[in-house]
């Protein structure tokens, strides 16, 4: 996909953290990616209308508020969900919210031995398969259609990355792709998992990063930014967490690249949305 340049639209909150305004009208109809503000862990709400795509749950209720602000209260199915790998400050929620919410598709990762908090897991996904659900572990290519327009393509095949060998680089990657816009998301992805991608040739410019593994030096390569060149990156990350995330090097690398850098530990849930052409960003606000 060839990059081009796009406008971003801030609300006056984020634009006053960039040191810019910029205002248009927030779009009638779009898709909508919300970054939950999970503390540090990572949850992500993708919207179409009333279907929705649920990446990830943190490791606690926070993702509930997150949920209940976007998503109206008499919805009770999120249609896709992805567990992009075992780690609780990824999916310890999930139990929960396969209790609360029907899903008709979820997806999971290949391990080479399944986390405690996955092993907790497997009475409940077995209870949604009971109830309907397709249970599935991504193809390389394989791709979610969005009912009005965009797909969602996942760009690994479990076992075919041979430095997948850490559960990080076993993580779910896909590309969200709406209009002339597309999001890539990495979970908790790794340097040699992202050389890997980039050596494969599967990576297209993208225009929105969500930032592998919380913004930690073991992710995020140069090498990997200067590939997919992201006009903006977003972190999640949890307020003065004990990882030092997001590591320096890392926001180095991406002020390299060009990307205007967002984080949940500073602006709480973001919510960006796209008509396909222009990408819009809001937050719940600055923190001190």
Known sequence: ??????????????????????????????????????????????QQDFFQVLIDSGKDDRVLGCLGKFLPAWDRTIEVMILTHGDEDHIGFFEEILGLYDTKYLFFPATNKDTATLQALKEAILQEQANGAALKQPILGQSVRLPEGGWLTFLEKPGENPAAQSKNDRSIVFLLEYGRTSWLFTGDLEEKGELWLVASGLLPQVDVLKVGHHGSATSSSLVFLEKISPSLAVISAGRKNSYGHPAQSVLENLAAVGSAVLRTDQLGDIELATDGETIWVQSTGLRE
């Open 1 to 46: 996909m060839k990059k081009f340049k796009k406008r971003l639209f801030y609300t006056a909150a984020i634009l006053a953290f960039l040191g810019y305004f910029v205002y248009k009208k927030w779009p009638d109809s779009s898709i909508k990616v919300i970054f939950c503000d999970v503390g540090q862990g990572d949850s992500i709400l993708i």
